[in-house]
Nanobody, 120 residues
Framework: QVQLAESGGGLVQTGGSLRLSCAAS????????MGWYRQAPGKQRLLIAS???????NYADSVKGRFTISRDNAKNTVYLQMSSLKPEDTAIYYC??????????????WGQGTQVTVSS
């Protein structure tokens, strides 16, 4: 019923920038918290940024000052603007969201993941 579609990944050089997008589609009444995770090979999937409906944002220390999370509620989309990229940022990036389709509760959804590779 609800899907999160990610785009914007790719290969960039150290110091470069990239913007990831994640658009929700389907039966959507409202969207609560949205966020971005990443998972490097052989590593645990970790939360790197989140944003609440009112705009409150949180970042992992590893990306603070370099990444910016934002959302466009009219488009049901969350973005991750990444700058000053480092090889250590290489990972699969996943968006997530809590979405209500008209019931009394929110359901958690994951995007399919998009690869970001930063060359040294």
């Amino acid at each position: 019923q609800v899907q999160l579609a990610e785009s914007g990944g790719g290969l960039v050089q150290t110091g470069g920038s990239l913007r990831l997008s994640c658009a929700a589609s389907g039966t959507i009444e409202s969207i609560s918290d949205m966020g971005w995770y990443r998972q490097a090979p052989g590593k645990q999937r970790l939360l790197i940024a989140s944003i609440k409906p009112g705009g409150n944002k949180n970042y992992a220390d590893s990306v603070k000052g370099r990444f910016t999370i934002s959302r466009d509620n009219a488009k049901n989309t969350v973005y991750l603007q990444m700058s000053s990229l480092k090889p250590e940022d290489t990972a699969i990036y996943y968006c997530d969201a809590f979405i209500s389709s008209g019931g009394y509760s929110y359901t958690h959804y994951w995007g399919q993941g998009t690869q970001v590779t930063v060359s040294s």
